[in-house]
């Protein structure tokens, strides 16, 4: 088995998605779709202010994650805001209830509407193993 690159975002990404790989030592290969075809889940972008608006079309939810020793079993993508882009169905994301297409507001009590994708998982990957997250769930996905 090789080092792992401490550069880039995949790196990431792969931390906080708890990609389930079982024995597969770290390769291009094992890359899930997600990660190497970026194309949002996103129905159309919003703003941080269009999210908050009161009776707008977004309804919040709370999530307290307890990561396992893969990870948290999502993949964060996007920029003010940043969104959920996929779920492991097997992780510990999808057994509180997190879906794709939720926005993240905050992680752990801080606020990362504005904030990129790279922020929001270093946030997630340097804090605690419980992470407390808000999000702003569209209706119509």
């Known amino acids: 088995m090789g080092p792992r690159t401490a550069a880039g975002p995949s790196k990431q990404e ?5 990609g389930r790989h079982g024995s597969k030592s770290d390769s291009d290969q094992d890359d899930s779709p997600v ?3 970026p194309k949002s889940v996103v129905k159309k972008q919003v703003s941080p202010e ?13 999530f307290t994650i307890v990561g396992d020793a893969v990870g948290w079993g999502f ?3 996007g920029s003010s805001p940043c969104h959920i882009q996929a ?5 510990p ?6 879906k794709v297409c939720q926005f993240i507001v905050s992680v752990n009590g801080v ?4 904030m990129d994708y790279r922020t929001v998982s270093h946030l997630i990957l340097t804090g605690p ?6 999000v702003m769930e569209p209706v119509d996905c």
């Open 14 to 18: 792969k931390l906080v998605s708890g």
């Open 87 to 91: 779920v492991d169905p097997s992780g």
């Open 129 to 134: 193993r419980t992470v407390v997250m808000e």
């Open 111 to 114: 606020n990362v509407l504005e």
């Open 93 to 98: 994301a999808a057994a509180v209830g997190m």
């Open 50 to 62: 269009e999210l908050q608006k009161p009776g707008g079309k977004y309804m919040k939810r709370m």
């Open 35 to 37: 990660l190497n075809n």
């Open 75 to 77: 993949v964060v993508r």
